[in-house]
């Protein structure tokens, strides 16, 4: 089975595609945009974003051609986007979903939004990060792009003492936002993109790792947290009630204003990171797969 991989490098849906070729030995059909050619013969495995693939199920559906096919879905629609966006994107995700011969979520919060008979449930996997550990007293992270509605402002307005480090580049189009955000607060610092290396010293220098995304229903950012072995303060929701029932004791669930007093209360320490990585996850994709009658 080969898969259509879709985007530029360095985007996370598309860097979960590739690591998942490269864990099950797949033959890739690499496009940086969704385009026209025609698709080889046989089963096509899509990781799929509509930030990527564009807004409509129809486009995929005619290139695969009737082909069996499997589809790892990310990015999935949350009711807080507003309602005409969500149900635009409902519609796509609920189709490819029942179109597809095996489709695939990161999360049972995500599951919950598709018919429980249309998806299954492969988590994401948590690398291993070989994170130095020096935190530096008083300092709070973010991992990740950001973007507005991510939770940055919550923390700048909870923690104004505190020195805030978010680890990442600004999304496009979000520059002068990204650039208002750290005239508005006293000790905000951006990093910018960062090297795998980089990020991992930048990571190590933290002394509470934080994830104060408001709405959402599967973070790389937090798995790449754990795989450098930190506890990590997330915004209480399903999906991080969900990872703190799995992983016990790697999450603190923050309730809405307990940033100031979650924050004082954490205690920076280093664990083993948890023995999930692409190993297990691409053993449960080829039982998918084969389940499907796709390999």
């Known amino acids: 089975m080969k898969h259509l991989i879709v985007g530029p490098d360095g985007h996370g849906v ?7 070729a490269r864990a099950t030995g797949a033959d890739v059909i690499r496009e940086r945009t969704f385009g026209e ?6 089963p096509i495995h899509v990781t799929f974003t509509d930030h990527l693939f564009g807004d409509t199920a129809d486009t995929l559906l005619t290139r695969l051609g009737g082909r069996p096919f499997s589809v790892s879905l990310h990015d999935i629609p949350q009711p807080e986007e507003g309602a005409a966006r969500f149900d635009r994107r409902a519609a ?16 049972q919060h995500e599951a919950r939004f598709f018919d429980a008979a249309d998806t299954a449930v492969i988590r994401l996997p948590i690398p291993v990060i070989d994170s130095p550990f020096a935190p530096e007293d008083g ?3 973010v991992l990740g792009f950001l973007y507005p509605g991510k939770g940055h402002e919550d923390l700048i307005e909870a923690l104004p003492d505190r020195r805030l480090r978010f680890l990442g580049a600004v999304s496009a189009g979000h520059e002068q936002w990204a650039a208002d955000l750290v005239r508005s607060a006293r000790r905000v610092e951006l990093t910018g993109w960062l090297s795998s290396d980089a ?8 002394a509470v790792p934080v994830c104060p995304h408001r709405h959402f ?6 798995m790449t947290w754990l795989g450098a072995g930190r506890s990590v ?15 016990p004791g790697r999450v603190t669930l923050v309730g809405e204003g307990g940033w100031r007093d979650a924050v004082a209360k954490h205690e920076p320490a280093q664990l083993d990171p948890p023995r999930y990585g692409w190993a297990e996850v691409a053993e449960q994709w080829e039982d ?7 390999m």
């Open 92 to 107: 796509v995700y609920r189709t490819l979903a029942a179109a597809a011969d095996a489709a695939v979520v990161n999360s």
């Open 14 to 20: 598309t860097e979960y595609a590739l690591g998942l």
């Open 139 to 141: 300092t709070v992270g």
């Open 37 to 42: 050619h025609p698709l080889p013969d046989g």
């Open 217 to 222: 229903s599967a973070s790389g950012s937090l």
């Open 288 to 294: 998918t797969w084969r389940f499907a009658g796709l």
């Open 233 to 247: 303060l997330v915004t209480d929701s399903d999906y991080a009630r969900e990872i703190d029932a799995w992983l």
């Open 199 to 206: 990020l991992a010293a930048e990571m190590g220098r933290i």
